[in-house]
Nanobody, 121 residues
Framework: QVQLVQSGGGLVQAGGSLRLSCAAS????????MGWFRQAPGKEREVVAR???????YYAESVMGRFTISRDNAVNTVYLQMNSLKPEDTAVYYC???????????????WGQGTQVTVSS
């Protein structure tokens, strides 16, 4: 079966960095668009970044210039490097795999388990 297993995350001070990883199995990884989403308490889930099969990237305006999404098809893994973190980046982060380059979570077929990122001020 398809699995997206996330790692990374945790607690960091404002201005710090974290890297999230998402290892996929059970699907032709290179043919999937990969996205990172986040959901903060009391807020709707939002797309953070996505990367296409041709490595075209998209970033939410709130993270542009601070976050970098990348993928390594050789190891079926997508990464989210997060720099200059702010308290407002605090959320549960999810990776997702889909067939469409979209910011809408409902268009993604498979989801990771989620990982907490907490940025202290």
């Amino acid at each position: 079966q398809v699995q997206l297993v996330q790692s990374g995350g945790g607690l960091v001070q404002a201005g710090g960095s974290l890297r999230l990883s998402c290892a996929a199995s059970g699907l032709p990884f290179s043919t999937y668009v990969m996205g990172w989403f986040r959901q903060a308490p009391g807020k709707e889930r939002e797309v953070v970044a996505r990367i296409s099969t041709s490595t075209r990237t998209y970033y939410a305006e709130s993270v542009m210039g601070r976050f970098t999404i990348s993928r390594d098809n050789a190891v079926n893994t997508v990464y989210l490097q997060m720099n200059s973190l702010k308290p407002e980046d605090t959320a549960v982060y999810y990776c997702a795999a889909g067939q469409w380059e979209s910011g809408e979570g409902r268009l993604y077929d498979h989801w990771g388990q989620g990982t907490q990122v907490t940025v202290s001020s």
